[in-house]
C-alpha cells in the first residue's frame, strides 16, 4: 500500500468548517433539501451558527481523522488458510491410501489401467449439503460425479482411466475447489516406484 500522510487535524476540521459555510453562502448546484437546510440555518443568529458549527464540525472533523487513521494504521488482513481435504481410495497395489490436499492440489494416486477406483473425499462436517461437481480434464470416468457432501462430510465417487498417463480431476464446490491426480501406470511397464503390491 502507498504510504499515506494523514492532515494535521486542525486541517481537517477547517475543510469541514469551510464546507459547511460554502452551503450557507452559495445556492447554486445545491439539492433542494440541502436548500431546505441553509434556509434554516440562515435563521439563526450568527453567534449561534458559529458555535453550533463548532460543536458540530470538531467532532465530525475528529471522527474523519480518526477514520482515516485507522484505515491506514491497520495492518492488511491475511487470508485465512485454504481448508484441507483427505482422498481416501486404494491404489494399483490394492492398499488403501489416505492423502491430504495441500495448497488445493491432493497428492497423487497410482492405479492400474481400466482399474475402477472408489473414492472418498473427507471434508470438515461443517461442508454437509454443499453441492459439489466433480469433473475430468483429461478424460477418464467418473461416475456419481455431481452430489453433495453428505452429513459425515463424506463425498464418494468413482473414477476410471484406461490409457497410461496422468489424470485430473477437478473437484468445484460454491467457494472451493481441488485437483486431484491419478497417474495410470503403463501395462508394459509395471515396476512404479510408488507403486506397491500389497501382501
Do not use: C, W
Not at 5 to 18: D, I, K, W, Y
Not at 37 to 54: D, G, H
Not at 105 to 133: E, M, R, S, Y
Amino acid at each position: 500500500m502507498p504510504e499515506f500522510e494523514l492532515p494535521a487535524p486542525n486541517v481537517v476540521f477547517s475543510h469541514v468548517g469551510r464546507v459547511a459555510k460554502e452551503l450557507l453562502k452559495s445556492p447554486s448546484n445545491v439539492a433542494p433539501e440541502s436548500l431546505a437546510l441553509r434556509k434554516i440555518l440562515a435563521e439563526l443568529p450568527p453567534a449561534l451558527l458559529e458555535s453550533a458549527l463548532k460543536k458540530i464540525v470538531f467532532p465530525l472533523g475528529l471522527a474523519v481523522a480518526a477514520s482515516l487513521s485507522t484505515l491506514y494504521a491497520s495492518p492488511p488482513a491475511t487470508p485465512s488458510p485454504a481448508p484441507y481435504l483427505e482422498l481416501i481410495a486404494t491404489d494399483g497395489g490394492g492398499v488403501e491410501k489416505h492423502l491430504f490436499s495441500h495448497s488445493g492440489v491432493v497428492d497423487q494416486l497410482v492405479v492400474k489401467p481400466n482399474q475402477a477406483i472408489p473414492v472418498t473425499l473427507q471434508f470438515p462436517a461443517d461442508k454437509a449439503g454443499t453441492p459439489v461437481a466433480v469433473g475430468s480434464l483429461d478424460g477418464g470416468e467418473v461416475t456419481g460425479g455431481k452430489v453433495v457432501i453428505l452429513p459425515t462430510g463424506k463425498l464418494i465417487f468413482t473414477f476410471r482411466g484406461q490409457s497410461p498417463g496422468l489424470y485430473r480431476l477437478l473437484v468445484q464446490l460454491p467457494t472451493e475447489q481441488y485437483r486431484l491426480e491419478f497417474y495410470v501406470i503403463d501395462p508394459n511397464r509395471p515396476r512404479h516406484p510408488r507403486l506397491r503390491t500389497a501382501n
